[in-house]
């Protein structure tokens, strides 16, 4: 018998090296290992054409305004939107490191205005869940240095979870707060179980839109 139960659209966010790659790869191997189809991806996706322009970005050797890199960022994920939808539809749960959260905050935490960043993100699919990886930037220093992109700064990162945390209290209805200091297998514990619920709750529920 045909199924036409979709897979569960689920994001993480958070500031760097909260551990968001760790605990996402480790959610869709475990899906995996369970028989579930699953596929992980991120954003920035930095294999396309304006994913190659946002990489060179952050990596300092391409100089954009505030405005046109927050644009490129909103329409790398636009670019991918049709291959989600039609790995939902198919059945296929989506866990993805960073989304459109990422994207507000980081341009709110340089001054661009709110309403402004997330107009361009409106009617992108929206995730069914967001984990949020909450830590406390000054905290997060005490696992050595940041890395040499453009917004691993420990000013910008003390915006970047405050803006988090206004989005956290604000969509409260389907974020998910964690603390990032838990142990990895906490976590992932804690995680898995609220995405194998997502994913009964989701099936037979029709993809909404950002709004
Ligand atoms: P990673 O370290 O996760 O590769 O992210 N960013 C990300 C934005 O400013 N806007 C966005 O829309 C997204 C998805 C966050 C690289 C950096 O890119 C930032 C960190
Ligand atoms: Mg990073």
Redesign the pocket.
């Known amino acids: 018998m045909e199924s036409n139960k979709r897979g569960a659209f689920i994001v993480f966010e958070g500031c760097?090296r909260v551990g968001?790659s760790t605990q996402s790869n480790q959610l869709c191997e475990r899906l995996k290992e369970k028989g579930i189809a699953a596929k992980k991806i991120?954003?920035?996706n930095r294999s396309t054409i304006i994913g190659d322009v946002i990489n060179r970005f952050?990596k300092n050797t391409q100089e954009l305004s505030h405005e046109v890199i927050h644009l490129l960022?909103?329409a790398n994920?636009w670019e991918c939107m049709s291959s989600i939808q039609a790995d939902l539809l198919a059945g296929t749960t989506i866990i993805c490191?960073?989304?459109?959260y990422?994207?507000v905050v980081?341009?709110v935490a340089k001054g661009l205005d709110l309403d402004w960043c997330w107009a361009p993100d409106l009617g992108l699919l929206k995730p069914d869940a967001v984990f949020y990886l909450k830590a406390n930037p000054d905290q997060l220093a005490s696992r050595g240095s940041f890395g040499n992109?453009r917004?691993e700064k420990l000013e910008l990162q003390r915006k970047v979870s405050d803006l988090f945390d206004h989005f956290n209290e604000k969509e409260s209805s389907y974020w998910h707060q964690f603390d990032a200091f838990e142990t990895e297998q906490e976590l992932h514990s804690k995680i898995s179980t609220i995405a194998e619920n997502l994913l009964l709750q989701v099936a037979d529920k029709p993809l909404e839109k950002l709004t």
Do not use: T, W
Request: hydrophobic share 20%; net charge neutral; aromatic share 26%.
């Open positions: 760097d968001k991120n954003f920035p952050l960022f909103s994920r490191d960073r989304y459109a990422s994207g980081y341009s992109e917004y």
